[in-house]
């Protein structure tokens, strides 16, 4: 990738700045209890309508589905952007980066028309009812069944870690339609009104004390068979669109909070005092910034890798894993690295709002979020280097 910008390049970003400037973002996150605190959550939705009210939700969305038709250099720099100016992560992500694009893909007219705007305009916020208690890595093993009956699907099981469900208007689910064949057939992919009867959310408690994943209960929900996104028994191609999306867009997502925690690291060393002298000037604690910096850059250099490589074939590659891999594991070496620096008190509830201690707990799950590290380590070994399976 060419990291000069060009003229039409600098123009997009210098309106995007204009425009931030006229339009701070202006949102304080919670320390702690962030994924799950109404009040932020709420001014999430207001931040994203913000955005799309000023033409900037969905940039690299087709101009045809209501986005500005940026292209893929464009979209990094709107990254960035944001995350200098301290923007928070949006609200409305998994319409935005995995259901958004996959109803574009395979969705009928009819659908595109429907779900596209209010994905954009955060007035429909979206979750992802794929994982179950027995299907999680082996994905085609799961177990919700879905039966035809007239017009309708009717739908028993349970998911699990279902982000956002509890205040998520629609789920891209997966169901098993046809069970007589190989597990990866006889899978289709539903569009679900999370307000169907039948359909119960139970929050689960994270390590973090909040409850931003729920598990998923479905008792007789019926579903409309024109809800089928693609074909009936064809959903694992579906599927795997959407964990192609979910690896390479994610993750470019999370540079703005990444850059955002990085900074508000620096802004409370600068006030601390270590060995009797300004923190900011002992040796060890420089070094280990410099590292912190350098891999928050490299997770920009590998974001805009594999970006160059998904505007060369149109869909995103196998780049997307690396990308998953680093930034997970990248996030939990800066947390590891601000609980060592700040001491004990970053465990505390009362240091800034409890932000070090709700991000070291947190980062704990991104290593199986979207994917485990292993089963990224298989895909990268497989599909980027060329190696065999293992027996
Ligand atoms: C914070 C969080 C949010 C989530 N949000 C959602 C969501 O919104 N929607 C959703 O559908 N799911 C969600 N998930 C679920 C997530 O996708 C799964 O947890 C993940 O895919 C792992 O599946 P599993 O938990 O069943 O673990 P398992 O697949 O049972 O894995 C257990 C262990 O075995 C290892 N393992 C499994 N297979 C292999 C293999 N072939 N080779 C090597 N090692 C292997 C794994 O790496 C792991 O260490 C979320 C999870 C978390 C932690």
């Given at each position: 990738m060419d990291l000069s910008l060009s003229p039409a390049e600098r123009a997009f970003r210098d309106e995007l700045r204009a425009w931030l400037k006229a339009n701070p973002p202006n949102i304080e996150a919670p320390g702690s209890h962030a994924e799950s605190d109404a009040g932020y959550i709420a001014a999430l939705r207001r931040w994203q309508r913000q955005l799309f009210d000023g033409g900037w939700s969905g940039v690299a969305w087709p101009k045809e589905y209501g986005g500005r038709g940026a292209s893929l250099v464009e979209q990094s720099i709107f990254q960035e952007e944001m995350a200098a100016a301290g923007a928070p992560e949006l609200i409305g992500v998994i319409g935005l980066s995995l259901a958004g694009p996959t109803i574009m893909a395979v969705g009928t007219h009819?659908?595109?028309?429907?779900?596209?705007a209010p994905i954009l305009s955060a007035d429909e916020?979206?979750?992802?009812g794929f994982s179950e208690p027995n299907a999680g890595s082996d994905l085609a093993?799961?177990?919700t069944k879905a039966v035809r009956d007239g017009d309708d699907f009717v739908i028993n099981g349970q998911k699990i870690w279902t982000s956002f469900a509890h205040f998520a208007d629609w789920c891209l689910l997966l169901v098993r339609t046809d069970a007589s064949g190989a597990k990866h057939q006889g899978i289709t992919c539903l569009l679900v009104d999370m307000r169907t009867p039948g359909i119960e959310v139970r929050p689960l408690r994270m390590m973090t004390g909040e409850s931003a994943f729920n598990e998923v209960f479905f008792t007789d929900v019926r579903v409309a068979a024109s809800q089928v996104l693609g074909k009936i028994n064809?959903?694992?191609?579906v599927a795997i669109t959407v964990l192609m999306n979910e690896r390479a867009n994610l993750g470019s997502g999370l540079y703005a909070l990444f850059h955002r925690n990085y900074k508000a690291l620096l802004g409370r060393l600068a006030k601390m005092r270590r060995h009797g002298r300004p923190a900011l000037d002992d040796p060890l604690v420089r070094q280990k910034l410099a590292q912190v910096h350098i891999e928050l850059e490299i997770f920009r250099h590998n974001t805009n890798r594999a970006l160059t490589s998904q505007m060369k074939t149109g869909v995103p590659g196998a780049e997307g894993s690396i990308q998953k891999l680093y930034w997970s594991e990248f996030n939990q070496r800066m947390t590891q690295t601000a609980m060592e620096l700040l001491g004990p008190d970053a465990q505390l509830a009362e240091c800034d709002?409890?932000?070090?201690?709700?991000q070291y707990l947190?980062?704990?799950g991104n290593t199986i979020e979207a994917g485990t590290s292993e089963v990224q380590r298989n895909i990268i070994a497989q599909r980027v280097?060329?190696?065999p399976r293992s027996a």
């Open positions: 009819e659908q595109k028309s429907r779900y596209l916020i979206w979750c992802q093993a799961l177990g064809e959903g694992w191609g709002d409890g932000l070090w201690n709700y947190r980062s704990r280097l060329g190696l």
